[in-house]
């Protein structure tokens, strides 16, 4: 008659050593890599302060009233579907809302991923030629999904650009777009990271706010400005 042995099962051991290292593991990040917090990750929602600002407004295309009270600087890109939603959407909204004392400053900033971006910022500086920019740029956030199916020239008819002749040689040429370096270096200066990059004035919004932090923002602008 046999008797069982009393040593340990190796493979319990190592089971329970690998459970202590990765129990000591997590202590170790908690210790020295705290994860954020809630409030940490507030402050990185909340609003920063522009030195300096008014000169982001004093380039770009103005869209708006020359004495609004509220000053939009917003840098973006054609062909970014968040761009479009803040523009279409939240921002359309404010400006239906407050006609007389909200004012946009549209700026450049075409990413080199997006394929027709910067055929579509030299498409719209064309217009601006004529000095039809704001008709094109609402025009082109509609027809989005049709970038580079949709001749520019399509597009300049829908936004009555004048002389389409004019517009169709602007669009052929080769070479930097204008305004596109001066605003990508302006907007990457204040510390921009992704489009739309939206500055109300002076202060630089973390993303592009939806219509209720957008409304509310701009409220608290107005009551400082003496609504």
Known sequence: MSTGGSGSNPWLVRIVVICALVVTGLQVRREFFPSPTSSTMAEKREPVAIQGWEMLQKAGHWIGPTNARIVIVEFS??????CRTFSTGALRALRKR??????VVYRHWPLNYHRFALPAARAAECAADQGRFEAFHDNLWGIQDSLGLLAWNEVAKRAEVPNLKSFDACVGLSGPVPNVGPDTTAVMGLGGTGTPT????????PGAPDSVRLFRFVDSALAVAGR
Not at 77 to 82: G, S
Not at 98 to 103: H, K, L, R, T, Y
């Open 198 to 205: 939206v500055i109300i004035n002076g202060w630089r919004m």
């Open 98 to 103: 407050f006609p007389d004392d909200v004012a």
């Open 77 to 82: 890109d054609f062909e970014c579907p968040v």
